[in-house]
T-cell receptor, first 114, second 111 residues
Framework: DAGVIQSPRHEVTEMGQEVTLRCKPISGHDYLFWYRQTMMRGLELLIYFNNNVPIDDSGMPEDRFSAKMPNASFSTLKIQPSEPRDSAVYFC????????????FGPGTRLTVL | QQPVQSPQAVILREGEDAVINCSSSKALYSVHWYRQKHGEAPVFLMILLKGGEQKGHEKISASFNEKKQQSSLYLTASQLSYSGTYFCGTERSSGYSTLTFGKGTMLLVSP
């Protein structure tokens, strides 16, 4: 398996623009997680899915953020409109379980909002 | 709540030992350890479960004190490849909860 795949790897956009981040989890993993990493706050969980269903989105910072998982092999994280404070590295991870099990992280998307 | 890691950073010479600590104010079910190299994704190292079961790999070990809600990661005879940032992720005592990660401990091993 190729591991968790994320695209794009780097995104530079201007404030107010819509940004869409994409993730393909490892086949057979029932759980998918979206994290945001910044120097100030570290690695924060934004939302996670179980069998394509959003289970906990309490980490989503604002209504500007939304996430979908239309099928078992694809998920998106959308920011609309984007703001400079959204600049961070966004990781997608997948796992067989919500916890007590290894999470496999994708390479991340480095987002810069000017 | 976010677990607290200490120290924030440590510099070692190859072959030296280091201990990284992770402390939580909440009762825990498990503690996970990940290592992240610069510009890369976090990679799983080890999980320690309530009740003493331990999983892991490589030559890095860890302990989990459930009563004190603390975990320690032991790196002995460090190698250059150990350099990176180490994160602990904690799972609440109820189980089946998501991980909350600490801010990380930066480890630099020099020749």
């Amino acid at each position: 398996d190729a591991g968790v795949i994320q695209s794009p790897r780097h995104e530079v956009t201007e404030m107010g623009q819509e940004v869409t981040l994409r993730c393909k989890p490892i086949s057979g993993h029932d759980y998918l997680f979206w994290y945001r990493q910044t120097m100030m706050r570290g690695l924060e969980l934004l939302i996670y899915f179980n069998n394509n269903v959003p289970i906990d989105d309490s980490g989503m910072p604002e209504d500007r953020f939304s996430a979908k998982m239309p099928n078992a092999s694809f998920s998106t994280l959308k920011i609309q409109p984007s703001e400079p404070r959204d600049s961070a590295v966004y990781f997608c991870a997948s796992s067989f379980a919500v916890a007590s099990n290894e999470q496999f992280f994708g390479p991340g998307t480095r987002l810069t909002v000017l | 709540q976010q677990p607290v890691q200490s120290p924030q950073a440590v510099i070692l010479r190859e072959g030296e030992d280091a201990v990284i600590n992770c402390s939580s104010s909440k009762a825990l079910y498990s503690v996970h350890w990940y290592r992240q190299k610069h510009g890369e994704a976090p990679v799983f190292l080890m999980i320690l479960l309530k009740g003493g079961e331990q999983k892991g790999h490589e030559k890095i070990s860890a302990s989990f004190n459930e009563k004190k809600q603390q975990s320690s990661l032991y790196l002995t005879a460090s190698q250059l490849s150990y350099s990176g940032t180490y994160f602990c992720g904690t799972e609440r005592s109820s189980g089946y909860s998501t991980l909350t990660f600490g801010k990380g401990t930066m480890l630099l091993v020099s020749p």
